[in-house]
């Protein structure tokens, strides 16, 4: 997708051939830059610190991130560090399962590799493949979901399709396309107008700052609203559909998704909003059944909630909005029911949150994860 | 109520005799100041831009309005005055009912007097009469919705009974007590202890700055989450109850109030929470039903969802939040159904949120407003 006109992506591998390169997301929108990764504790920390974010993104950025490890480990014995360094980075997030599938999938891989092997180049080919592999993914995503806009689109063929979304499920959540996004790319391609409702998503503003952002970028109209503003659009028939992205989805269909997922959910279903999540599938997680008791939510620092960042005129500067002294908690995510979601939106397809019907999709297609 | 461990109140009469102060609501937490209104126009722009804000405090602030206004009528035709200055400052906002009864309730009093009467006097007396008026109803508010409280420690005494609102009903909202902070502070009279879960509220972040404030003064233990939390935190079974203000209800018990609280209504609805609008009667709007279809609701400028102001350290600053360009939308109140609300607290008593209920309260009392 487009940041200035330029077509850009995420990350990317740098020139010199031992680092990557990945768009500094803390900074955006309101500037462009990249940090440079050349050790796994840069991947590491580009992970804690959020300068990539988005599940899909924080997969491949770990993927790399195991290859820059990789580049220091001894050759004759590179077992203790694959080890070390695969559990250092599965250690940054604990909620998107994406990190983890990604890192178990280049150990188990690597780990079958015989003593002497070049595992830094298997681990590049591996982290290429899973990045590519997103970057099939989300634009199968937007293959599928466009149908929902563009039968939304039939019903009302008079104006924009209004969709309503969470959080950034961006293409810069993603390596491009995105997932959320996804079908609104693609309706782009199709002539079909759609107008997007960006919640800010508190604390972090990842729906003011790069949702707002990359959306304008692609010139698709769109408004910023604060976090409370959907269930009075939705009460109002100002809402078509509303997708999101999600970091892990159980095999019963629960969404653990941006804190304030579930809110919009719930009034999504009291007005008889269709409410999608996308992903890839790699982002579901079979081993859990019920979200709401099994999925691990990542509590963060408190300094998200009590202080924003902004452009002042030339200049990010950070405020605090809270009384000194007052305390805050933040909680990362939420998880979305089932019983709240009409229906996931995979590379595979459509598929109903539920049970049987994910093990039918996964089952149905070739490579499910 | 304490700040600085100075009693205060939100409202009083400046020592000349013609003038009015209010604290400043815009400057806090960061700064304490007060603001001095020598004329409607003061009094007027004192409400659109948010010096004072909350439905009680609005109406006092337009009836001392009214007063100063009534400095500069001819003393001989007092009339046209009236009308037009009361049009003015019922235009100042238009989702709080409070505002427009206490307006409507001196126009009719001084509107029966004689020519040559002493309007000034009457009018100070009226705007006197409404502030002792709604400080008394707070107390009451809160000695009614203490049990609510006493009732959830009976049930849980090893722990503070954790409650969540949202906005600023607080005595900043009001003239001392609050609405819905009237039930704690009574309980911290009691020794009951509370733990207050404070939602953000953005745009204007009244939680955050004004609810934390007033807490954080008073020794009331609380927490400021982002609006996006209160769900998971109802999942997780850590709130007892929830207890928000309102700006209007109507006569069925459909509750406009800060956007935002339906989305916390109907996750209170989703986890068996009991959710409580505090209020006096006088927000009651008996001429309307549907509170959804029938309330105004208030569209503010853009520019409080794409910038934030907050302490950098040394002075206020506002920061922009959002990408150059993307436009913003910023509706100022919601109605959440009487469906989803446990109950009114008015200072007649506890209530259902239903018309027969309300009607009957209503008549049941002496000084029905």
Same mark, same amino acid.
């Given at each position: 997708m487009k940041i200035h006109g330029e077509?850009?992506? @995420?990350?990317w591998e740098g020139a010199d051939g031992a680092s990557v390169e990945v768009l500094d997301q803390r900074v955006l929108p309101h500037l462009v830059e990249s940090v440079t990764l050349r050790s796994v504790s840069d991947a590491h920390r580009a992970i804690v610190d959020m300068t990539v974010r988005g599940a899909p993104l924080i997969?491949?950025?770990?993927?790399?991130?195991?290859?820059?490890?990789?580049?220091?480990?001894?050759? !004759?014995?590179? !077992?203790p560090g694959l080890v070390r360094d695969a559990e250092y980075l599965k250690g940054s997030r604990?909620?998107?399962?994406?990190?983890?599938?990604?890192?178990?999938?280049?150990?188990? %891989?690597?780990?079958?590799?015989?003593?002497?092997?070049?595992?830094?180049?298997?681990?590049?080919?591996?982290? $290429?493949r899973i990045r590519e592999r997103e970057l099939a993914h989300c634009r199968a995503i937007g293959e599928?979901?466009?149908?929902?806009? %563009? %039968?939304?689109? $039939?019903?009302?063929?008079?104006?924009?399709?209004?969709?309503?979304?969470h959080c950034n499920a961006g293409w810069l959540a993603c390596i491009d396309w995105g997932t959320a996004t996804a079908p609104i790319y693609v309706a782009q391609e199709r002539g079909i107008p759609v107008e997007v409702w960006v919640d #800010?998503? $508190?604390?972090?503003?990842?729906?003011?700052?790069?949702?707002?952002?990359?959306?304008?970028?692609?010139?698709? #109209?769109?408004?910023?609203?604060?976090?409370?503003?959907?269930?009075?659009?939705m009460q109002h028939g100002l809402v078509d559909l509303c997708i999101t992205g999600a970091d892990r989805v159980t095999r019963r269909g629960d969404a653990a998704n941006k804190i304030g997922t579930y809110l919009k959910a719930l009034a999504a279903k009291d007005n008889h909003v269709p409410f999608y999540v996308a992903l890839p599938s790699s982002t579901l997680d079979l081993?859990?059944?019920?979200?709401?008791? #099994?999925?691990?939510?990542?509590? $963060?620092?408190p300094e998200e909630v009590t202080h924003i960042t902004g452009w002042d005129g030339s200049t990010l500067r950070t405020v605090r909005v809270t009384p000194e002294g007052s305390p805050a908690v933040n909680y990362g995510f939420d998880v979305t029911p089932a019983r709240?979601? @009409?229906?996931?939106?995979? %590379?595979r397809g459509l598929c109903a949150a539920e049970e049987a019907a994910i093990l039918?999709?996964?089952?149905?297609?070739?490579?499910?994860?």
């Open positions: 077509n850009l992506t @995420t990350i997969g491949v950025a770990a993927a790399y991130g195991l290859w820059l490890a990789s580049l220091c480990w001894p050759a !004759r014995d590179f !077992r604990p909620t998107a399962v994406n990190l983890a599938w990604a890192i178990d999938t280049l150990v188990a %891989e690597v780990g079958a590799l015989p003593e002497g092997a070049d595992v830094p180049s298997a681990l590049l080919a591996g982290a $290429r599928h979901g466009v149908r929902l806009l %563009e %039968e939304a689109h $039939r019903r009302a063929p008079g104006r924009p399709v209004r969709l309503l979304t #800010e998503t $508190r604390p972090r503003n990842q729906g003011a700052s790069l949702t707002a952002f990359e959306l304008g970028q692609q010139g698709i #109209e769109h408004h910023v609203i604060v976090d409370n503003v959907g269930g009075h659009l081993t859990l059944g019920d979200g709401v008791a #099994e999925i691990p939510i990542e509590e $963060r620092g709240l979601i @009409t229906g996931l939106i995979t %590379e039918r999709m996964l089952r149905g297609a070739p490579g499910a994860p």
